[in-house]
């Protein structure tokens, strides 16, 4: 186990000191209310489900450094605004090692209660709509992600990510075309017929 | 300008629907979130509590900067910074125009009422806030089966076996009978029962249906099957 004291944290790091009981609270209270969809986020993001786990900690840090400048409300915007940018700091970084890009195989954690067979569609499926995901350039899927998987509004990702309106709508409208030509690219290379 | 709908509220092609459902389904491996409350320091440790993962080994492997751990860089999400595409020059386009219609086949119905015979389409996922990952995921599931008998009855129709077609489509109906699918359903009982050589019913059905669905994006396709 490595306490929160011996993270590799530099200039400004996550104090292990105990905190005020109502920052502590605070804290707790947008983990057991953002941790699930933030994961889910930042795999579609394209963190590989090995570090997805790492990556989403690390958006709670960066939160716990800044809790005192983000208000009370604004917490969601903020995680996804950083799960963002943790994201793509994460897939440069990748990009960069190839070491770590043939490491851990990718692995997921599906909801309890499916059975294999089913398991296997939907494991399919979400294979499928990764590497939908992934052929978007990075501004379109984090919008299309944000909106249709995580339903922020439109007014909350413009927050998020600090762009304007227009271009969530637009990036929007970009990321559906895109995404419906894919799906239909897929139906023609698997041969299925609506 | 009101946000549009999503997108899985509005799409009815089942592949693209199972792809949005399967998103659904994702979600952390158990314990995920007392790990990350661990690592803040949130919670006490319990007995036996498994060993918490930390975003050491992010650093340790380069993966995740110290800049951004520091939150020199994401101290704030002033957002595209660091991302590369933003980098690559996305310069924002203010767009005053909506967003616009979807494609025929994605088209949203213009009515929800249904004859009684034929499942309304509801929406994939109606929820306005953030629903518990199992919760999500049981209509996901259930969305992917039903995806998987409708492709069935595709499929038996295909192999000219409107019999089996037929078989599959009351089956269901009777597991999903405000399934998410009615409207492919319909259609494919229309096909089913006039390649069975009922044409009286097939073609009651098909009326009905476009009483009711008007602008479907398959009235095209019944009709035709009308002639």
Request: hydrophobic share 45%; glycine share 6%.
């Amino acid at each position: 186990m490595v306490p929160a004291a011996e993270l590799p944290l530099t200039s400004a790091p996550y104090s292990a000191a105990p905190a005020p009981v109502l920052v502590r609270e605070r804290l707790r209270a947008c983990m057991d209310a953002h941790y699930d969809a933030l994961w889910r986020a930042l795999r579609r993001f394209g963190v590989p489900s090995a570090h997805v786990e790492d990556a989403a900690q690390q958006v709670f840090i960066v939160l716990a450094n800044h809790l005192d400048q983000v208000k009370e409300g604004s917490e969601r915007a903020y995680l996804y605004g950083t799960a963002v940018r943790v994201a793509s700091d994460l897939r440069k970084r990748m990009a960069r090692s190839r070491e770590i890009a043939s490491a851990a195989p990718m692995e997921d954690h599906p909801a309890p209660g499916l059975d294999a067979e089913h398991l296997l569609d939907v494991q399919r499926a979400r294979k499928a709509l990764d590497g939908v995901l992934a052929e978007m350039p990075m501004e379109l899927r984090t919008v299309f992600v944000l909106y249709e998987f995580e339903e922020l509004t439109m007014a909350e990702i413009a927050a998020s990510l600090e762009i304007p309106p227009g271009t969530v709508a637009s990036r929007l409208r970009r990321a559906r075309a895109q995404f419906t030509a894919a799906v239909e690219a897929l139906r023609v290379g698997s041969g299925r017929r609506p | 300008m009101s946000d549009p709908r999503r997108l899985k509220q509005e799409i009815r092609d089942p592949m693209a629907r199972a792809l949005l459902a399967s998103a659904e389904l994702d979600g952390p491996a158990p314990g995920a979130r007392e790990r990350a409350k661990l690592a803040l320091a949130l919670d006490a440790p319990a007995v036996g509590a498994p060993a918490v993962r930390s975003v050491r080994s992010l650093v340790s492997l380069g993966l995740i900067g110290a800049a951004v751990i520091a939150g020199s860089i994401a101290l704030a999400p002033r957002g595209h910074a660091a991302d590369p595409a933003e980098l690559a020059g996305d310069a924002p386009v203010e767009v005053s125009d909506p967003l616009p219609e979807l494609p025929p086949a994605l088209d949203a119905p213009t009515s929800t009422t249904a004859p009684p015979d034929i499942a309304a389409p509801t929406d994939v996922h109606p929820r306005t806030s953030r629903a518990p990952v199992h919760a999500t995921g049981a209509r996901g599931a259930s969305l992917l089966e039903q995806m998987a008998l409708v492709e069935a009855a595709r499929a038996a129709l295909a192999a000219r076996d409107p019999g089996r077609a037929l078989g599959i489509l009351d089956d269901l109906e009777r597991r999903f009978p405000q399934g998410a699918f009615g409207e492919e359903a319909t259609v494919l009982r229309i096909e089913a029962w006039q390649a069975a050589g009922e044409g009286d019913r097939a073609h009651a059905l098909a009326r009905r249906f476009l009483e009711e669905h008007p602008t479907s994006a398959y009235a095209r396709r019944v009709r035709s099957e009308m002639r």
